[in-house]
């Protein structure tokens, strides 16, 4: 945003966004004037409120003497947050806490990270997983199960884990397991996921049965597809919205994987990480803000993360929040 208001007015318009963020109501020159950093009378907050709302930052709900952010004095409270946007010890502590015991399948982590998202924020949270188009082999293992029963794992570099049991001869050796395993390593790391290239048979039958066992394995796994998104607490929307009919389109919404992706990316892409309102260009969600940043693994952007709320928002804390999230699962996957 290019206007730029003097000091005391913009002391005054952060003040109303922050009270009414805090309340849901109305704030009046008669509350204002008790803060401590309102130094001036309850007269000049009155003529600066009345030029705030004038230059479109406050509005003026029905016949109260108070007034409410418009999504313009969202923004410019956005744009001016400065350091205010810091997660309290509390909820770092949980994120941490969360992220040192999460292991397992990339699926489950993303899963489980928009719920985390919904109980710090009470916002509707998404977590877009990597794009699939190009999935790049770091490790391949084969390893025995049981006498007849080995597990090939196949992990990408952003974190995609993918498991599958291979049938094997019983007389088959734990060395010839090993030596196959090996090769697949040698033939798989740095292919891409669902683009095998064919797997070269040596001189030795037991080894060969075992790479064929798994070269079919691998034929199976289904092309990629487009980025997953993952939802969590959807159910906080109907405490954020008075309306039925507008909880209903938030949901839809939500459910439509492809509009989330399509809405994040072009979000990011813009250089913002806020869209305020109407600022979405989603008619569906012009009572809604939407908070969001990038994850990546090593240092490569892999997916995105973000709450949805309501355009009166606590900002800081899902900037600071998403923030927070974001670097965590960045260092988890990057080190996983």
Do not use: W
Request: hydrophobic share 40%.
């Amino acid at each position: 945003m290019d206007e730029t208001l003097d000091s005391r007015k913009s002391t005054i318009l952060r003040k109303v966004v922050t009270e009414h963020i805090e309340t849901g109501l109305p704030v009046g020159s008669a509350h204002l004037v008790r803060d401590d950093e309102i130094e001036v009378s309850a007269a000049t907050v009155r003529s600066d409120m009345a030029v705030l709302e004038q230059e479109g930052f406050l509005t003026h709900p029905h016949t109260s003497a108070g007034r409410i952010p418009t999504e313009k004095g969202y923004r410019y409270f956005v744009d001016h947050l400065g350091n205010r946007a810091a997660l309290d010890p509390a909820s770092e502590e949980q994120v941490a806490s969360f992220f040192r015991r999460a292991h397992g399948e990339l699926e489950r982590m993303l899963r489980d990270t928009s719920q985390l998202l919904s109980q710090l924020t009470d916002y509707a949270a998404v977590v877009v997983g990597p794009p699939h188009e190009a999935l790049t082999i770091r490790a391949a293992l084969l390893t025995r199960l049981a006498p007849t029963t080995a597990l090939l794992v196949v992990v990408c570099a952003n974190g995609v884990v993918e498991k599958r049991t291979i049938e094997i001869d019983e007389k088959v050796t734990d060395d010839e397991v090993d030596d196959a395993s090996a090769i697949l390593r040698e033939r798989l790391t740095g292919q891409n996921l669902g683009h095998f290239p064919p797997i070269a048979m040596i001189d030795r039958p037991n080894v060969n049965r075992v790479l064929e066992a798994c070269a079919a394995v691998l034929d199976a796994i289904p092309a990629p597809g487009g980025e997953e998104v993952y939802v969590g607490g959807a159910s906080h929307m109907a405490d954020q919205f008075e309306q039925t009919e507008t909880v209903r389109r938030v949901l839809d919404i939500l459910e439509q994987s492809f509009v989330v992706v399509s809405l994040i990316g072009d979000l990011l892409a813009a250089g913002r990480s806020v869209a305020i309102g109407t600022e979405s260009g989603l008619e569906s969600l012009a009572e809604c803000s939407i908070v969001v940043a990038p994850y990546s693994v090593d240092d490569d952007q892999a997916g995105t993360i973000g709450v949805l709320g309501p355009t009166r928002m606590n900002y800081p804390q899902a900037l600071a929040t998403v923030a927070v999230v974001s670097r965590h699962l960045s260092r988890q996957l990057s080190s996983s």
